[in-house]
């Protein structure tokens, strides 16, 4: 008699058994030997009695049935030697280090006598990483967070389109780009889709928003960066006020945090198996936490550590002051979910609409319709009202030190002049950031599917 585990799909496993026996169906003790000889992560096909077992299995996720196995087939079998066994694969990754480690430097998993192998392990074990348990249910998550957005806006009228990937110019102006050879010309990887939202707002449509990739040529080395991530972007007219926008930011994450409590609870109790995490907090209905940028700042500076007490309102946060202003929220209103509001213009991109009724921050500072969301002390969206006026927009290109001649910027601004635009303003979440912040995974490279870093390119 032989014990064996089956598996299928994400987080399915029942216990098969194999018995020799002389009745019909036959089984022959070579059967059963040559059954329990196959390789683990082999991929098989069975035929088998299903019956309830003595007492539940608790190693399986099917407790109250077992397989008696009479045929089995081995479609395709797996090395005898694995580079990473599965149940490596679902124990926590502490190692996200893109850097090969010295030989024999293996890190034992907290509480087990199974040690833990590094992202650098998992991603050269690529289809044993995918098989755990663990990154289906994140996968799972993943995709239902998409379906979230794309439903949620659909309801309130936004219509899907596709921007470019390949871009003659680097985008927004900056530098953080990457470059590649087009036919002798030179191109590049888009940073945002930012122009293009504008650009179909300009067209006509009053309510858009696209899914896709992301690049950012930035030499970032940490567990929150990426140089490709899926963006989740939107962009829509104004009637009356940029609090439009923000509302409807704040309505869609909302509808996808409750969507994820609702339907991946087993999802998130698989995840949190491994990487254990509190309960992610949201305010209540009409309890949202808003705060101006210079409130936020006040509150860090008046209960946050005291390294911060000094803050200014004027200059922009950084990720330690996020995540102490984080904790500061998370204990002063109990939730994990909050918006920072009226940015300093020196902290926003050239395209930021500058609040002319509001009153200057710090020296002299103008504030913006801009604002900022956090889930678990960190930033997991931008957004804002857009300056539509050419005049406008060509005079913040030129105070924030850009050339408006300069490719990519002249045709950005020539959309402007081409007709009238209407008051609009749009947002851009990090699809990985949201799936991992919200689950409290301690890297963000858990929450893609194949993770970009500036030292990794594969699988």
Not at 155 to 167: M, Q
Not at 314 to 321: A, I, K, L, V
Request: charged fraction near 25%.
């Amino acid at each position: 008699m032989g014990f064996l585990e089956l598996r299928k799909g994400a987080n399915w496993s029942i216990q098969g058994i194999v018995m020799a026996s002389e009745e019909e169906p036959i089984v022959s003790r070579p059967m059963v030997k040559w059954v329990m000889g196959i390789n683990p992560e082999s991929f098989v096909a069975v035929e088998a009695k299903v019956k309830r077992p003595l007492e539940p299995i608790k190693s399986c996720r099917v407790e109250g049935l077992e397989l008696h196995i009479t045929r089995c087939y081995l479609v395709a079998s797996a090395p005898s030697m694995l580079g990473m066994t599965l149940a490596v694969a679902n124990k926590p990754i502490v190692n996200f280090s893109d850097d090969v480690p010295p030989a024999g430097n293996v890190v034992e998993a907290e509480k087990s006598t199974i040690p833990a192998a590094s992202m650098l392990t998992h991603l050269d074990n690529i289809a044993t990483h995918k098989r755990s348990p663990v990154q289906q249910a994140i996968a799972d998550i993943h995709i239902e967070v998409k379906k979230l957005f794309r439903s949620y806006l659909e309801e309130r009228g936004f219509k899907e389109f596709e921007p470019p990937c390949l871009i003659g110019a680097a985008s927004e102006g900056g530098g953080n780009v990457f470059r590649l050879p087009y036919f002798g010309e030179g191109a590049f990887l888009a940073q945002s889709p930012q122009f293009y939202k504008q650009f179909e707002i300009a067209g006509g449509r009053e309510r858009v928003f696209s899914i896709g990739p992301v690049f950012r040529a930035e030499n970032s080395n940490t567990a929150r960066h990426m140089t490709e991530f899926t963006g989740l972007d939107l962009e829509m007219e104004i009637r009356e006020s940029y609090t439009e926008v923000r509302d409807v930011l704040e309505g869609v994450l909302l509808h996808i945090f409750r969507g994820i409590q609702e339907r991946c609870a087993d999802e998130v109790a698989t995840v949190r198996a491994v990487y254990p995490s509190e309960p992610f907090l949201l305010p209540e209905p009409g309890k949202e936490v808003r705060l101006t940028f210079a409130e936020a700042q006040k509150l860090l500076r008046e209960e946050g550590p005291a390294k911060f007490a000094n803050v200014r309102d004027d200059e922009d946060m950084s990720t330690p002051q996020e995540k102490a202003l984080g904790e500061v929220v998370r204990s002063k209103y109990n939730t994990d979910f909050f918006v920072i509001d009226k940015f300093p213009e020196t902290a926003r991109p050239f395209y930021a609409k500058i609040d002319e009724t509001a009153a200057p921050i710090g020296d002299g500072v103008s504030v913006t319709n801009a604002f900022d969301f956090f889930a678990r002390n960190q930033e997991i969206l931008s957004g804002g009202q857009r300056i539509n006026n050419a005049v406008e927009l060509e005079t913040r290109i030129r105070a924030k030190g850009v050339d408006p001649e300069s490719a990519g910027i002249k045709e950005y601004l020539a959309v402007f002049r081409s007709v009238g635009v209407p008051p609009h303003g749009g947002g851009g979440i990090g699809l990985d950031r949201v799936v991992a912040w919200y689950l409290g995974l301690p890297s963000v490279h858990l929450a893609a599917y194949y993770p970009r870093t500036p030292k990794r390119l594969s699988p």
